[in-house]
DNA sequence: TCTGGGGTCCTAGGACCC
DNA sequence: TCTGGGGTCCTAGGACCC
C-alpha cells in the first residue's frame, strides 16, 4: 500500500502578486491581462470567486462580472521560481517528487514514517515547511494512489489537508459529481450526464464492459478511476522526475485579426525562431514542425510536415513552418491566431556527412551566440540574428572558399 | 461572454511494409 | 492473382489539464 501525497497551491499566482504587492491582499484579484485584453483568466483570487469570475473564463467576461477588480499581466518568471523553491522544499520528505505542473506535485511518502511520523503528521509538516519558506499557502491531499491524493487535494482547498484512509477511497469518491474525476471534462461529463449518471458512486456501480463499449478503452480507465484506481496513461505508476518534453510549440493571438501576408509571414517565422530556440535550450532536435491557424470565426486547423532529418536550427523550421503557412493559408481570411510547434523530439541530430556537419556546427553556435544577444538585449534584437543569417549566407556565397579554413566559431 | 498559451494523450484513416 | 492481417509512421483533430 503506497502513501501519495499531492501538493496543491492555493490560487498560486495571485498569491505570489500578492507576495509581492500586499495592498493586493483581501481584493478581488484577477492574473491574465487588462480586462479589455483579447485573452482568459489566468489565476483569480478567493475574493474574485465570489462574483463568479473562473479561470479559463475569457478576461471581458471576468470585467463585466467585477468591474472593481484589480487586474494585473502577471509575472511567469516569479512563478517559476516560487515553484523551483516549493520543488527544493518537497525534495527534503521525500526522493520521489514529481512537479505535475508549475503549482502542483506528487509525493510518494511511502515508507518515510520513521523519518517524518505518520501520514497527517508529516502533511502538516510539510504544509509549514511551505508557508514558512515561502509565505504561501497550498493543500495537500494524502491516499493511496494518485488519484484519490489529487481529488482529496482539491476537497481541501483552501489551505487545508485531507487523508483518504485505505480502504475507504470509493466511499469519499462516491457522493462526487463525476466531473470531479481528472481527466472528465465538460465533453465527458456531458455524455454520462445523458447517461443518467452524475454522481461517482453511479459510475462505480456500472457494469466495465458497458463502459468500454460507450468510451472504449477510455472507459475502462474511468471504470478504475471511478474506484479511485490510477488507471490509464494520465496516472502511470512511478512517482519520479520529470520526462524530457514530447513538443515545444508558441502561438499568438493577435489583438486584431489580420490579413497583411508580410506581417502573418514574419509572425510565423518569429515563432519558429522561438521554437528553435527552446529545443537549443533542451539540447533537442525535432523531426516535425506543425503550423496552427486560427481564423477569425474561430475555426482552427493545423498542418504538419516531417522532415528527412531532425534540426534545432532557426532557418529549417521557419523555411517549413513558412511553406506550410503559405501553402495552407487562405489568402485574404482575417487570422486570429497563429503558432509554430516542433515535435519528434529526439537528442541528436540524423546522420549528416562531415561537411554538412560542419556547416551546421557553425551555424548553431552563430544561433547560439545571437540567443546571449538576445537574453542581454531583448527580444528586439531578433533582428541582429536574422540580419546575422544574411550576412553569412552572403559572405559563404561570395567567397565560399575561405570559409573553413578560419575558425569556426569566429562568426557568432 | 467571446473565447490564452503551453503542454499531454487518444483516435482514426491512409500509406507502406512484411 | 487475389486476399489477409499486423505493425509502424504520418497527418489531422479533439479532449483535457493548469
Known amino acids: 500500500m ?32 487588462r480586462p479589455d485584453a483579447r485573452g482568459v483568466v489566468a489565476a483569480a483570487s478567493y475574493e474574485a470567486r465570489k462574483y463568479g469570475i473562473r479561470s479559463a473564463m475569457p478576461l471581458r467576461t471576468a470585467w463585466r462580472l467585477c468591474p472593481h477588480a484589480v487586474f494585473v499581466e502577471g509575472h511567469p518568471e516569479r512563478y517559476r ?3 523551483e523553491k516549493i520543488h527544493e522544499i518537497l525534495c527534503e520528505f521525500s526522493p520521489k517528487v514529481e512537479m505535475a505542473s508549475i503549482d502542483e506535485a506528487y509525493l510518494d511518502m511511502t515508507g518515510t514514517e520513521r523519518l517524518f511520523g505518520p501520514p497527517m503528521k508529516a502533511a ?44 475507504l477511497e470509493a466511499q469519499f469518491l462516491a457522493p462526487l459529481e463525476v466531473g470531479k474525476i481528472p481527466g472528465v471534462g465538460k465533453v465527458t461529463e456531458q455524455r454520462l450526464h445523458e447517461l443518467g449518471i452524475r454522481r461517482v458512486g453511479d459510475l462505480a456501480r456500472l ?8 468510451f472504449g ?12 484506481l490510477d488507471a490509464g496513461a494520465w496516472f502511470d505508476e512511478e512517482i519520479g522526475e520529470e520526462a524530457p518534453p514530447k513538443s515545444v510549440s508558441h502561438e499568438h493571438t493577435f489583438e486584431q485579426d489580420l490579413v497583411d501576408a508580410q506581417l502573418l509571414e514574419a509572425t510565423v517565422a518569429r515563432l519558429a525562431s522561438m521554437v528553435a530556440r527552446r529545443l537549443r535550450e533542451y ?49 485574404g481570411v482575417p487570422v486570429r491566431l497563429l503558432g509554430v510547434a516542433a515535435s519528434g523530439l529526439q537528442i541528436q541530430e540524423g ?58 566559431g569566429k562568426h557568432g
Open 217 to 228: 478503452r477510455w472507459g475502462l480507465a474511468l471504470a478504475g478511476k471511478a474506484r479511485g
Open 351 to 408: 546522420q549528416l556527412s562531415l561537411l554538412d556537419q560542419e556547416r551546421r556546427e557553425r551555424w548553431r553556435r552563430a544561433l547560439e551566440a545571437a540567443d546571449r544577444v538576445r537574453d542581454r538585449f531583448g527580444e528586439s534584437a531578433i533582428e541582429l540574428g536574422s540580419a546575422m543569417e544574411g550576412l553569412y549566407r552572403e559572405r559563404a556565397h561570395e567567397n565560399p572558399a575561405r570559409r573553413p579554413g578560419r575558425g569556426a
Open 124 to 167: 502538516h509538516n510539510l504544509h509549514e515547511a511551505i508557508r514558512q519558506r515561502t509565505g504561501l499557502n497550498c493543500s495537500i491531499g494524502v491516499a493511496s494512489s494518485r488519484l484519490v491524493a489529487k481529488v482529496a487535494s482539491d476537497q481541501a482547498k483552501p489551505n487545508g489537508i485531507l487523508w483518504v484512509l485505505p480502504g
Open 2 to 33: 503506497r502513501t501519495i501525497f499531492h501538493v496543491d497551491m492555493d490560487a498560486f499566482f495571485v498569491s505570489v502578486e500578492e507576495l509581492f504587492d500586499p495592498s493586493l491582499r483581501g481584493k478581488p484579484v484577477v492574473v491574465g491581462g
Open 283 to 331: 539540447g533537442l532536435y525535432a523531426r516535425t514542425v506543425h503550423l496552427k491557424l486560427r481564423y477569425r470565426d474561430f475555426t482552427t486547423i493545423t498542418r504538419s510536415h516531417t522532415m528527412d532529418r531532425a534540426t534545432q536550427l532557426d532557418a529549417d523550421l521557419v523555411e517549413e513552418a513558412r511553406r506550410l503557412f503559405r501553402t495552407h493559408w487562405k489568402r
Open 207 to 214: 457494469d466495465e464492459g458497458f463502459l468500454e463499449e460507450r
Open 81 to 83: 521560481e516560487y515553484s
